[in-house]
Every structure is written in structure tokens, then in C-alpha cells.
């Protein structure tokens, strides 16, 4: 009986609560626990929500949620009778008693039932285990459809009564045959305490596709890794317990036909029943950031929708209407304002098939693939060869009909796998591809680059000429022209760094070479997924932190967040270019390469640190996806450059062009420079000037910061182009160009320390305002700042002392 079910006044104690767990712990944590008294005090008018008294407190809850709270109705003389005695088992443990005298306990144990269900393809043995878990007699046949109706048997294990249900072998949990709503209605509606998912170890990958959505549905499973022997006999391995760890659900090996596992299955399922093991994790399958975010989108809706409840994970539900498979929904009546959520679906879903170029369902069917892959790759090897595999998978391909993903695809993919991410080859090939990318980013790049420089010089002399000299002409020429326009010249190699990337996104590749890179990247305390941010770093920072979102373990994005910043971006080459090359001639192309070389040994050397202070945990497993290779749609790669321009260009129209006004206004201000005339000779125009800085409040600040950084060998002028490279690194040149002549003011030792405090300090605005809104919280965007900056002082300092002992 459950709670709904009580008439006003009756009184009954709790003997269990159903539903995943964020709901059971929010009831738990209202007071409704197994042993405990409740009574129905009112319904409202129309029936809902109803008040109880529980804990001499009144609590009330909605009917869809006393329907979840399993109770025991008892008489007035028992209700008085438990009042007075201790209430439950470990009461009385403490009390120093059996508990086993405990009058409640003895009724409690006496109804105490575990719900488990047991679902899987057809053929998996689902049938043979049941008989072997609770010693019926079942009909096992080796063909599909043998169970078409559940059956459900009671039994005692250890003390523990089990109602253990059979269902029929089913591909997934979209309510098309009569098998699939019978073992949807299963599982919805009647809630089992543990699923247990029958899974063919011998045709793994296909298999395992239906436990993807036994996790958006966030049940307690326990995985029955059947037909154990026949995976044995291939020679094939599997490391279930990493595989349990990926999936969030212990995995058991079982052999059905000779009842082999079910005493370790029975016991895995009392814990998990009881909470008790630790390998239960609630996961998601990551879909693309276009679905997760219409997901999100939809799960707005459906929590302010009066009707719902957690009973049901939003997720699943938001994907259910995602996919426009709305039957369950619509039957259980969850929702009030379903019409609105399935016009909202309708359209995400349209606008998703158009960029995937496909329909919602092989798009989904895709993810959940990539998910198994990827799992499957880091804990199953198969034996020798394909071939042998298929010789061996025997009836496998029987009731393909029932999937929902091309096959052929599948195994194109599975072709291209084994040369890209092939144990000797994957390497240097991804070594190659990143070659022919910075190749085509820097020299491709170059004509676009010209092309824009000399729009820019175009565009300041026919500002100069047609405007009067004046102090709105310094502001538009020298501030905003100038700072704008120094920063606009990167856009050309940005795009075809980003084409690039989002080539191997949305191929597939990307995925491939995490996977690759992952061995490399456990050195350092972090995962492969990590390496894609990093690369993207070279490039500009700012997407590489907002590339950091595939991460799903929030220390390890904030690690790789915070380490980001030493990968020298693009926008420091200038900088190194122009001070290397003055001073070091021949040698400068090594030097800028052990420049690059040392941002990311610093990048490591604070991933360690980062990872045994703040940031300690222990490995947290995840699967990589191995989405099926593909090629990409026109659309999704427009979308991903459009995305990207539109956030390169926002940047330059916001931070950047507020910064060269900035940095221009303190150049000029408080004085403006004494009009010289016309003919005046360049040489004194260049002092005027200089003098004129040195006045101005940049000057002044330049002077104000110059006892920091003058152990470093610089000057207050080359402290101003640091200042100013906080808005952008591109500003320091510029800012340099202005106001000093570098080949006068350094040495190469001070060179050389100006150029690795380059590389290493604060990085810029974009990155600050990157990490804070990536991280959720400004603190981290200060840590960076000064951590980073700090860093840049003391390799600085280093560089520059020991750089005058030789130089
Ligand atoms: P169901 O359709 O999932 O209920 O599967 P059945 O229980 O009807 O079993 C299908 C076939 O697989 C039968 O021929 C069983 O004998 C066989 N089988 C079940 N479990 C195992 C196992 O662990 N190993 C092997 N080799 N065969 C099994
Ligand atoms: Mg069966």
C-alpha cells in the first residue's frame, strides 16, 4: 500500500521510499524513513496535496509523491504499541537489545519486499538467469520473443525478500511493439527499487546502447555481464569493474545457463537497494551543446510547470520530448501544459535535425553510440582480428531491424579507427595534421593579414588627411583606428585555426585525439580531454577556456582553465618576433620555440602543484565519446566560424576598443602636446612626444610601478607596454611603438626577461572575464591574475639575473 492510498486520520509507518535518488533524498531528508509513523491528517479540497503528521510536525506532499512512499497501515493498539517501544532495529542495537525482539522491526521485515526488474535485448539470457536467481522454471528458448508477457516470482536471499520480474528482451524504451510498453510501464510505472540490465558480454557494444538510457533515466541498476563464458572463449578481455566505475552501475559478471554470479549479482543488488555501493554514480550521456542546451532549455520549462515533480528526472523527460517520443509523457500524466513543451521540442528538434543534417533520433542514437565506444575503448580489448570477432559473435546480427543506427557507418568508422588512433601510427599523424593546421594558419593567413594591414594604413592616412588636426582626430586615429585595428589583423589566422578545429570537431577526429593524447596527460594529473582546450590556446585563449566545458569533472576544467593562460597565444608572437629578432639574429627561431617550449613546461609544472593544493581529487572516471567519423554539414561548420567570429569580433568591439581608449586618453591627457609647426624636423617631433608622454598620467603611472619591476632590469616605459598588454597582448607592441625606441632601452638581457614576463603574466582581459564566467566565480579569475603574474616576476627576475652573469 502506499501513502496515497491512506483515508484522512489512518496511520501507518513507512516501509519504503521508491524513485530515483534526488527525490528519495529529499523526501528522506523531510522525515519520511522506513520505521516512521505517519498520519494523514487532511487531503485539501481537490484531493492534493495532503497534510500528514510525521515527527510531530506537519508536512504535506503531492499525491504523485505519496504514491512513491510504500507504508504499512496499522491499527490504534499497534501504533501505540510501536510509539512506546524504541522504533527500529539499530535503536535497539544501541539500547543494547536484539533488535530482532523489536516488535516493529519483526513487521517491517515481515512486508519488506525489494523490487527488481530484470531488462536486456532479446537472447541475452535474461530468462536463464531469472530461473537461476530464484530457481523457477521458466521457458528459455534461443531465439527473440520466447517472454512476451513479465513474469514475477518471490523469493528469500539472505534474509532479504526479492520480488524478482521478467520482462521481455527489448532494443530500447521508445513504446513502438507491445514488449517495449509493457517493459516501459514496467519500469515507469511501477518504479522497481533495482534494474538489473542483462547484457550479451559477447556483443557488448549493441548491448550496452540500452543501459545509455537506463542512465538518462537515473535508475539504480546493477549491469549482469551474461554470457561471461562466451567472452572468456573468444579471448577477449573487459575490465568490468573500470567499466562499472564509467557507467556509474556495478558490473557482474554472470554465466545464466549454469548459475554462475548469481550470488554476487543478489548481493550487488541488496546494496544498491541499501545504498551502499560506491561504484553507483549519477551520470549523463553528454549530447552536443546544441541538444544539451534545448534540453536545458525544455528543463526550464518543466520544472515551473505546477504538475511536475522529481519523481522523474527532468532530463529524461526533456529528452523524450526532444525526440518527440511523447507517449509515456503524455500518458502519465506529468506535465500540465504538455502542448507548450511539444511546440517548444518541435521546433529545437527542427532546428537541431537542420545543423546535424539528420533526424533527432540517429542523432541521439549517435551520442549514445559514441558513449559506449568510448567506454568500451578504454576497458575492452578484443581478440586478434575483426574477423574473428564476427565468427564468434554468432547470432548477433539477427534483430538488427530493432537499432536505430546505420550499420554501415558503424563499421566505416571502426575501419577509420584502426589507422587514426592506431597504436603506433594515431601519433604521428595527429603530429602531421597539426603541422599542415599552424602551416596553413600562419602562411594562409599572411595574405589576409596584408590585405587588412594596409586597409588599416589606408584608412589612418585618409583619417590624417581629411580630418582637422584635432583632439577627436588623435582620439579616432590614434585610439580607436589604431587599437582596433592592430588586433583586427589576427582575425584571418583566428578563422582558419578555427576551421580547422571545427573540421575535427565535427568529424569526429577531435574525440580521437583526446583519446590519443590521454596516456601523456595522466602524467600531469589530467585527462585527454584537457589536450583540446590546451591546443586551442595557441591560438587565443578565450575560446580554448570556453572550449574547457567539455570537461565534466569541475576540478579538472578548473586546472586546465587555470593552465590555459601559459600557452602562448598568437597574440604574443609579435612581441617575441620583434625583441628576439633585434637581438638575437640567427638563433631567434630556437629561442622563440624554447619560449613556447617553457609556457608549457610552466603549464605543467602548475597543473602538479594545482593538483596536490587546491584542487587535490582522486581520478574521477569518465568516458571519452567516440561519436561515428562523419562528414560534416556546411551548416554545422558555418555555425561553429559564425559562433566564433561573432565572439573574436565582440571582443574587439568591446574590451579591446574600450582599452586603446583607454590607453590612448592616458597618453594624451592631462596636456596636450605643444602644437609644434608643420615643418618641424621629425627628430624633435619624436622628443616632443616623448616628453609630452612622460607627463602624462600613463607616464605617471609608469613611474609609480617602476620599483616593481626594476629588479627586473626594465625601465617605466617598458612597464607601461606591460600595463597596457593587459587589455590585450597585442597592445604591448603598439603601445611600444609609440612611446620608446626598443632598440635603445634593451639589452638582450633585458630582452629576453621582458619577453618571458610576456609569455607568462596576466594574460589579458578576455581570458580574465573567460575564467570568471567559465568558473562561476570571480575568485578564480583573481587567482589566475595573480598567480600568473606573480610567475612572470620570478622567471623574470631569474632570467634576468643570471642572464647578466653570461650575457
Ligand atoms: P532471453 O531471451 O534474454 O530470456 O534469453 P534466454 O534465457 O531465453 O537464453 C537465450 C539463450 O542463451 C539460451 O540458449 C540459453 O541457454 C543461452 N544462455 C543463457 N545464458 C548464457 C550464458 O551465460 N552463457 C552461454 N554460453 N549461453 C547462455
Ligand atoms: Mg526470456
Not at 525489494?114 to 528459455?140: Q, R, W
Not at 518527440?324 to 521540442?345: F, N
Not at 610576456?758 to 591574475?785: D, Q, R
Amino acid at each position: 500500500m502506499t501513502l496515497d492510498e491512506l483515508k484522512e486520520g489512518q496511520q501507518a509507518v513507512i516501509l519504503k521510499i521508491k524513485g530515483r535518488g534526488s527525490f528519495r533524498h529529499r523526501i528522506i531528508e523531510m522525515g519520511f524513513v522506513r520505521g516512521q509513523m505517519v498520519q494523514v491528517v487532511r487531503s485539501a479540497p481537490l484531493k492534493d496535496p495532503v497534510a500528514f503528521r510525521i515527527l510531530d510536525s506537519e508536512v504535506s506532499l503531492r499525491r504523485a509523491e505519496a504514491c512513491c512512499i510504500e507504508v504499512l497501515p496499522c491499527t490504534e493498539d499497534e501504533a501505540r504499541e510501536f510509539s512506546t517501544f524504541l522504533p527500529v532495529a539499530k535503536d535497539w542495537e544501541k539500547a543494547g537489545k536484539d533488535p530482532q525482539e523489536s516488535p516493529l522491526e519483526k513487521k517491517l521485515d515481515s512486508h519488506s519486499v525489494i523490487d527488481v526488474c530484470m531488462v536486456g535485448n532479446p537472447n541475452t539470457g535474461k530468462t536463464s538467469l531469472y530461473n537461476a536467481l530464484s530457481g523457477a522454471f521458466e521457458h528459455v528458448g534461443n531465439y527473440s520473443g520466447v517472454t512476451v508477457d513479465a513474469k514475477t516470482i518471490v523469493f528469500t536471499y539472505k534474509g532479504h525478500r526479492i520480488r524478482l520480474t521478467d520482462l521481455p528482451g527489448t532494443y530500447s524504451f521508445s513504446p513502438y511493439s507491445p514488449e517495449e510498453k509493457l517493459v516501459m510501464e514496467n519500469l515507469l510505472e511501477h518504479r522497481p527499487d533495482v534494474i538489473v540490465n542483462v547484457v550479451d558480454a559477447s556483443n557488448i557494444e549493441r548491448n550496452l546502447y540500452m543501459t545509455t538510457q537506463l542512465i538518462d533515466m537515473d535508475f539504480r541498476v546493477v549491469v549482469a555481464l551474461n554470457m561471461f563464458d562466451e567472452l572468456e572463449a573468444s579471448g577477449a578481455e573487459l575490465q568490468y569493474g573500470q567499466l562499472g566505475k564509467l557507467l556509474g552501475m556495478p558490473v557482474i559478471p554472470t554465466v545464466g545457463r549454469l548459475g554462475k554470479g548469481t550470488d554476487a549479482l543478489l548481493d550487488k543488488v541488496i546494496d544498491v537497494n541499501e545504498d551502499r555501493d560506491c561504484t553507483v554514480r549519477h551520470t549523463h550521456i553528454p549530447y552536443s551543446e546544441e541538444i544539451e542546451k534545448a534540453l536545458h532549455a525544455l528543463q526550464e520549462q518543466i520544472w515551473k510547470d505546477p504538475a511536475y515533480n522529481d519523481v522523474y528526472s527532468s532530463r529524461y523527460i526533456a529528452i523524450k520530448i526532444l525526440e518527440g517520443d511523447l507517449e509515456w509523457v503524455r500518458r502519465s500524466g506529468l506535465l500540465s501544459d504538455l502542448p507548450a513543451l511539444e511546440k517548444a521540442g518541435e521546433e529545437e528538434r527542427g532546428r537541431i535535425e537542420k545543423i546535424f543534417g539528420e533526424d533527432m533520433d540517429q542523432v541521439f542514437a549517435d551520442y549514445r553510440y559514441a558513449f559506449v565506444r568510448g567506454a568500451l575503448k578504454e576497458c575492452y580489448h578484443r581478440p586478434g582480428s575483426r574477423s574473428g570477432k564476427v565468427a564468434a559473435g554468432a547470432p548477433a546480427e539477427a534483430g538488427e531491424e530493432g537499432l536505430p543506427v546505420v550499420p554501415s557507418r558503424r563499421r566505416a568508422t571502426e575501419r577509420i579507427d584502426a589507422v587514426l588512433t592506431h597504436r603506433i601510427w594515431g601519433f604521428p599523424i595527429f603530429l602531421a595534421f597539426m603541422w599542415v593546421m599552424f602551416q596553413a594558419t600562419f602562411t594562409l593567413g599572411q595574405y589576409p593579414m596584408d590585405w587588412i594591414e594596409a586597409g588599416v594604413d589606408w584608412l589612418t592616412g585618409g583619417l590624417d588627411r581629411i580630418l582637422p588636426d584635432n583632439l577627436f582626430r588623435a582620439l579616432l586615429v590614434d585610439g580607436v583606428v589604431q587599437g582596433v585595428g592592430g588586433v583586427l589583423v589576427f582575425l584571418p589566422n583566428i578563422l582558419i585555426l578555427f576551421l580547422f578545429i571545427s573540421f575535427m570537431e565535427s568529424t569526429g577526429y577531435m574525440a580521437r585525439v583526446a583519446f590519443i593524447m590521454d596516456k601523456l596527460m595522466h602524467t600531469i594529473g589530467l585527462h585527454g580531454k584537457s589536450f583540446i582546450p590546451l591546443l586551442i590556446g595557441f591560438g587565443c585563449n578565450v575560446p580554448a577556456i570556453m572550449a574547457t566545458r567539455t570537461i565534466e569533472n569541475r576540478k579538472d576544467r578548473l586546472i586546465t582553465m587555470l593552465i590555459v593562460p601559459f600557452m602562448s597565444c598568437s597574440a604574443r608572437l609579435p612581441v617575441y618576433v620583434l625583441l628576439v629578432g633585434m637581438f638575437f639574429g640567427s638563433r631567434s627561431g630556437t629561442i622563440i620555440f624554447l619560449i613556447y617550449l617553457f609556457g608549457i613546461l610552466v603549464s605543467i609544472l602548475t597543473a602538479l602543484l594545482l593538483r596536490h593544493t587546491f584542487l587535490k581529487s582522486f581520478d574521477s572516471p569518465f568516458v571519452m565519446e567516440m561519436p561515428p567519423y562523419r562528414w560534416p554539414t556546411w551548416l554545422s561548420i558555418w555555425k561553429g566560424l559564425g559562433n566564433r567570429t561573432m565572439q573574436y569580433l565582440k571582443k574587439i568591439g568591446g574590451v579591446i576598443l574600450l582599452a586603446s581608449i583607454l590607453v590612448w586618453a592616458l597618453g594624451y591627457f592631462p596636456a596636450s602636446p605643444d602644437g609644434l609647426p608643420a615643418d618641424a624636423s621629425p627628430q624633435s617631433m619624436a622628443l616632443a612626444e616623448k616628453q609630452h608622454l612622460e607627463q602624462s598620467y600613463l607616464g605617471r603611472i609608469g613611474r609609480f610601478i617602476e620599483p616593481v619591476i626594476k629588479p627586473l632590469g626594465m625601465d617605466w616605459q617598458m612597464g607601461v607596454c606591460l600595463l597596457a598588454g593587459v587589455s590585450a597582448k597585442e597592445v604591448v607592441v603598439s603601445t611600444m611603438s609609440v612611446i620608446m625606441d626598443p632598440q635603445a632601452a634593451f639589452t638582450p638581457v633585458t630582452a629576453l626577461a621582458f619577453v618571458f614576463f610576456v609569455l607568462l603574466y596576466f594574460p589579458c582581459i578576455g581570458v580574465f572575464s573567460a575564467v570568471a564566467k567559465e568558473s562561476g566565480s570571480w575568485k578564480w579569475a583573481v587567482f589566475m591574475a595573480l598567480y600568473t603574474t606573480a610567475v612572470a616576476w620570478l622567471v623574470s627576475f631569474a632570467v634576468y639575473r643570471i642572464g647578466s652573469l653570461f650575457l
